[in-house]
């Protein structure tokens, strides 16, 4: 176990999520299933005096130090929040390791992460634990699977907060039952590009799932990138859950791939255009804010997908998604960027993300229809 200390440059960029690798992730970026537990006899994070806090943190470490070298936790990195500058907190809520609750709560946090960065667990933020696994595609039920493993050695050690006829108890009741939210983060450019998004977040909504922006609550679909998670934890079981959202993706992901094939047919040259102008502006633009550069980031992920692109991976894409963020990018630069600074490296980086993608794959840097 390796604790990670303020001025950490957190120069790990790349999770597992990120690899573009993964069953249907043509559409579905990434899984996440996540547990929130608390533990009996405390009080929930939000009235934790300051000592009990950390005592809680260091107690989770303790837990952790002694599983060196287990194949399944691997090496576990630990950022003691409260020891880390705002700037390194951003970082790690861009890269989707903590909420951005988390980010900004005074009180005593922890982040402990595998070296992949596939599974994570936040100490203290709205729970005592909230144990998560991230992974590339549709692979809800792997994800569940390496969150359970880390849940199981922390009930080992931990007297978690258990009822038994209402399950997990939680800080808020909407996640009382099991404590598990699972959530899959798709990409649907063509369904919003041919106004359809509006009809397939109503049906989803009904059917007792939520949709939310590219950080979870709070935030909005930015890249025509949306999370789509379990609204009930009560009165289901964890492999119910799991079932349903994954049944849920499939649909969502036929309706996509049946909305690119339709612009395919009756709007091709109006979609090779599109797909064009985004690669020319990603490749060669000086300056590039953070809404335009998603906008075009998915655009041109589109022409990848449907083969209308070469020379850029979907790694590089989904490693873009992050870098190009304010808090990466001033990281990476060593400095406090102003919004300018910060839309003229961002611009640069892309460029030059764009050139090594290329040389990497060996594909000339074009885009053919």
């Given at each position: 176990m390796i604790r990670m200390p303020s001025g950490d440059r957190l120069k790990n960029v790349l999770s597992k999520w990120m690899e573009g690798t993964g069953p249907d992730s043509d559409v579905v970026l990434s899984s996440r299933v996540r547990l929130a537990r608390n533990v009996q006899g405390l009080v929930f994070p939000h009235l934790m005096p300051p000592e009990q806090a950390r005592a809680l943190v260091d107690r989770v470490e303790a837990i952790f130090s002694v599983r060196k070298g287990d194949p399944e936790t691997g090496e576990i990195r630990v950022y003691r929040l409260w020891e880390l500058p705002a700037l390194e907190r951003l970082v790690l809520v861009e890269k989707h390791l903590i909420s951005p609750q988390h980010a900004r709560e005074r009180r005593p946090g922890a982040l402990l992460v595998r070296a992949d960065e596939a599974v994570s667990v936040m100490v203290n933020e709205e729970d005592h634990l909230r144990i998560q696994c991230l992974v590339p595609g549709l692979q809800l039920e792997e994800a569940y699977r390496l969150a359970g493993v880390f849940d199981d050695l922390l009930e080992d050690r931990l007297d978690y907060a258990y009822d038994q006829r209402y399950g997990y108890l939680t800080a808020c009741p909407t996640n009382v039952g099991t404590g598990l939210r699972a959530s899959v983060m798709?990409?649907?450019?063509?369904?919003?590009?041919?106004?359809?998004?509006?009809?397939?977040?109503?049906?989803?909504?009904?059917?007792?799932?939520?949709?939310?922006?590219?950080?979870?609550?709070?935030?909005?679909?930015?890249?025509?990138?949306?999370?789509?998670?379990?609204?009930?934890?009560?009165?289901?079981?964890?492999?119910?859950?799991?079932?349903?959202?994954k049944a849920l993706s499939k649909q969502i992901i036929e309706q996509e791939r049946q909305a690119r094939e339709q612009m395919q047919r009756?709007?091709?040259?109006?979609?090779?255009?599109?797909?064009?102008?985004?690669?020319?502006?990603?490749?060669?633009?000086?300056?590039?804010?953070?809404?335009?550069a998603m906008q075009h980031l998915s655009d041109v992920r589109l022409g990848v997908d449907l083969k209308l692109v070469s020379g850029v991976t979907p790694r590089v894409l989904n490693e873009l998604l992050v870098l190009t963020r304010p808090a990466h990018l001033q990281q990476l630069s060593g400095q406090e960027l102003g919004p300018f600074e910060r839309d003229v490296r961002r611009a640069t980086l892309i460029r030059e993300m764009f050139r090594s993608g290329n040389r990497q794959t060996g594909s000339r840097e074009e885009v053919s229809p």
């Amino acid at each position: 176990m390796i604790r990670m200390p303020s001025g950490d440059r957190l120069k790990n960029v790349l999770s597992k999520w990120m690899e573009g690798t993964g069953p249907d992730s043509d559409v579905v970026l990434s899984s996440r299933v996540r547990l929130a537990r608390n533990v009996q006899g405390l009080v929930f994070p939000h009235l934790m005096p300051p000592e009990q806090a950390r005592a809680l943190v260091d107690r989770v470490e303790a837990i952790f130090s002694v599983r060196k070298g287990d194949p399944e936790t691997g090496e576990i990195r630990v950022y003691r929040l409260w020891e880390l500058p705002a700037l390194e907190r951003l970082v790690l809520v861009e890269k989707h390791l903590i909420s951005p609750q988390h980010a900004r709560e005074r009180r005593p946090g922890a982040l402990l992460v595998r070296a992949d960065e596939a599974v994570s667990v936040m100490v203290n933020e709205e729970d005592h634990l909230r144990i998560q696994c991230l992974v590339p595609g549709l692979q809800l039920e792997e994800a569940y699977r390496l969150a359970g493993v880390f849940d199981d050695l922390l009930e080992d050690r931990l007297d978690y907060a258990y009822d038994q006829r209402y399950g997990y108890l939680t800080a808020c009741p909407t996640n009382v039952g099991t404590g598990l939210r699972a959530s899959v983060m798709v990409h649907l450019p063509a369904l919003v590009i041919s106004n359809q998004i509006g009809r397939v977040i109503a049906a989803i909504s009904k059917l007792g799932l939520v949709v939310r922006g590219l950080y979870g609550e709070g935030t909005e679909a930015q890249g025509n990138i949306f999370q789509v998670s379990n609204q009930i934890t009560l009165g289901r079981s964890e492999e119910e859950i799991i079932a349903n959202l994954k049944a849920l993706s499939k649909q969502i992901i036929e309706q996509e791939r049946q909305a690119r094939e339709q612009m395919q047919r009756e709007m091709k040259e109006q979609l090779v255009d599109r797909v064009c102008r985004a690669y020319g502006l990603l490749a060669n633009a000086r300056i590039m804010s953070t809404q335009e550069a998603m906008q075009h980031l998915s655009d041109v992920r589109l022409g990848v997908d449907l083969k209308l692109v070469s020379g850029v991976t979907p790694r590089v894409l989904n490693e873009l998604l992050v870098l190009t963020r304010p808090a990466h990018l001033q990281q990476l630069s060593g400095q406090e960027l102003g919004p300018f600074e910060r839309d003229v490296r961002r611009a640069t980086l892309i460029r030059e993300m764009f050139r090594s993608g290329n040389r990497q794959t060996g594909s000339r840097e074009e885009v053919s229809p």
